[in-house]
C-alpha cells in the first residue's frame, strides 16, 4: 500500500506573487493558476500547428478509407487495414499531444518534436520530388513548431508534470 506524500513545507516560504492572495492574506499554492506563468502566445500557434497536422493525418485516413472501401486494388487488404488504423491512432496521439501541451504539460513537448522530425523527413523528399506546393505545406508549419519548441516561454510553461495516479 501506498500513502500519499506529506507536506512538510512551511506556508510562509511559498513564492509570493504580487497582488494576488487567497482571499485569507496568505499566497496561493505554487500549483494554482495564480502562480503558474500565463500562457505563451507561442504555445497556442504550437498547438494550432500540431493539432493542424492531425487533422491532416484525419483527412488522409478518411480518403485511404474511402480508397479502400470503393475497392482500389491494394497488395494486402489486411495491410491496408493496419495502415487505416496506423494513421487514425497517429492522429488521435498527435490530437492528445496538441491538447496537453496546450494546457501545459511538459511530455508532449517530445511527442509533438518526434512528430515534427516525421513531418520534415516526408517533406523534404515531396520538395525535391517536384511536389512544391505540398513540400512546403510540410516543410514550413514542422520548421515553425521546432523553432518554437524550444522557445524559453513555451519550456517555462510546458513543465507542468502530471499527477500521481490513485491509490486503491
Known amino acids: ?3 500519499p506524500p506529506e507536506d512538510h513545507s512551511d506556508p510562509s516560504l ?3 506573487v504580487p497582488g494576488s492572495t487567497d482571499g485569507s492574506g496568505t499566497s496561493p499554492s505554487p500549483s494554482s493558476p495564480e502562480v503558474r506563468a500565463t500562457r505563451p502566445p507561442a504555445v497556442t500557434v504550437l498547438s494550432l500547428i500540431v493539432g493542424a497536422e ?3 493525418l484525419l483527412v488522409a485516413a478518411a480518403w485511404y478509407a474511402i480508397q479502400l472501401v470503393t475497392g482500389a486494388p491494394v497488395l494486402s487488404f489486411w495491410g491496408a487495414v493496419f495502415t487505416l488504423a496506423l494513421l487514425l491512432s497517429f492522429a488521435a496521439w498527435l490530437y492528445a499531444v496538441a491538447y496537453f501541451l496546450f494546457r501545459g504539460f511538459r511530455w508532449p513537448r517530445a511527442g509533438a518534436l518526434v512528430a515534427q522530425l516525421f513531418v520534415l523527413t516526408i517533406g523534404f523528399p515531396t520538395l525535391t520530388g517536384g511536389y512544391i506546393a505540398a513540400g512546403f505545406a510540410m516543410l514550413v508549419p514542422a520548421v ?6 524550444f522557445n524559453k516561454g513555451v519550456i517555462r510553461f510546458a513543465s507542468r508534470a502530471g499527477g500521481a495516479p490513485p491509490a486503491l
Open 144 to 149: 515553425v513548431a521546432v523553432v518554437l519548441l
Open 1 to 3: 500500500m501506498s500513502r
Open 54 to 56: 492531425a487533422t491532416a
Open 14 to 16: 511559498e513564492p509570493r
